[in-house]
């Protein structure tokens, strides 16, 4: 018998939001040596050893703190910082998920967006002595598309870099429609002027699939062999669209990553555009958690990728709302197994 979403209450204590911050579990096993360089692409092959000697550094920081000054007192440690600049698929995220794994605990790893509901949850203050005590800070398609955002997480990397916490940070670049410039690294280093000069950009080139459309969206099923489907498939939640997205509005999106974990799959009724932006965004994030889960999801209603109105996608969000279409589609075709 499936359960809702809707009646899940997640919990997540201030002092676990920071614990939790891990690579989604696809990137578990991954390492320098599995990451197989292209050789028609040099670049790649330069990444891997510029990362490896990166993630070297990040012991070296923590173990070694700072310099002795002229009186001989000790002065902090600056973070070492590393950019990799490159398209879509080129392995950029194996790449940040093999620094996490290679370096010293504690150290954190999340979404440009999971860094700032972080931010959000504990205050400005609380979240610098969190992720202060860590060795590294990996962030995952950082984002350039919210000012205050941007401002927000530049102010907290000059304050984080200043107690020895090393960064790297990747692109947010997806496969799009509608074609996507390359978000470079000289916009990045640009926007992140405060704590910019701490950054070695490396970039990882690799086939470019900034023109390649997404795959077709399948055709929803009905609400009763939507019912029937969730009803036999052990740790299913099955909820209606409507009421799933007015009870995101109530839960801080900090919060959604508790809120799908354990299920097997999820299943919607009565799917269809969102009705404002900020109901997309929610989506969007939701979106996110259940791809790093690898969960599946099967809806009734409008199409996977009807969600986000023509007019959204050609907005300041369009890349969010192109990766969360990509990953819904991807999902929809993940093979429901047994809870």
């Known amino acids: 018998m499936h359960s809702r979403l809707v009646d899940r209450s997640p919990v997540v204590p201030a002092d ?22 292209d050789p028609a692409q040099p670049s790649q092959a330069e990444a891997v050893a510029k990362a490896e000697e990166f993630a070297a550094k990040v012991g070296k920081i923590r173990s070694g703190g700072g310099r002795r000054g002229l009186f001989g007192k000790k002065t902090p440690a600056v973070g070492a910082g590393l ?3 490159g398209g879509f698929g080129v392995g950029k995220t194996h790449l ?25 949850a504990l205050g400005f203050n609380q979240a610098v002595e969190e992720l202060s005590r860590h060795s590294v800070l990996c962030i995952d398609e950082f984002e350039l598309d919210d000012p205050g955002d941007t ?10 870099s200043n107690r020895g916490v090393s960064i790297v940070a990747t692109s947010n670049t997806l496969p799009g429609q509608l074609g996507e410039g390359r978000f470079a690294a000289q916009d990045f280093l640009r926007e992140i002027k405060q704590v910019a000069s701490i950054f070695e950009p490396i970039r990882v080139d690799g086939p470019d699939y900034r023109h390649r459309d997404l795959p077709p969206a399948p055709d929803p099923v009905s609400s009763d062999e939507l019912r029937a489907t969730a009803d036999a498939t052990p740790g299913a939640t099955l909820d209606d669209f409507d009421e799933l997205c007015a009870y995101l509005s109530t839960l801080h999106p900090s919060r959604y990553k508790k809120l799908v974990e354990g299920v097997s799959a999820v299943y919607i009724d009565g799917v269809h555009a969102a009705p404002d932006q900020s109901v997309a965004l929610r989506l969007v994030v939701l979106a996110d958690r259940l791809y790093d889960a690898s969960i599946p999801v099967t809806v009734s209603g409008a199409k996977l990728d009807e969600i986000f109105t023509p007019e959204m996608v050609a907005g300041g969000y369009r890349k969010k709302y192109l990766r969360a279409t990509s990953r819904l589609l991807a999902l929809s075709r993940f093979e429901v197994t047994a809870g």
């Open 16 to 37: 676990q939001l920071t614990a939790q911050m891990v690579p989604p579990a696809m990137f578990d096993e991954v390492s320098f040596a599995s990451y197989i360089p």
């Open 83 to 85: 950019y990799l600049d």
């Open 96 to 120: 940040l998920a093999s620094i996490f794994h290679t370096a010293p605990s504690p150290k954190a790893f999340g979404t440009f967006v999971e860094l700032t509901h972080v931010v959000g």
């Open 151 to 160: 401002m927000l997480i530049s102010r907290l990397l000059s304050e984080l």
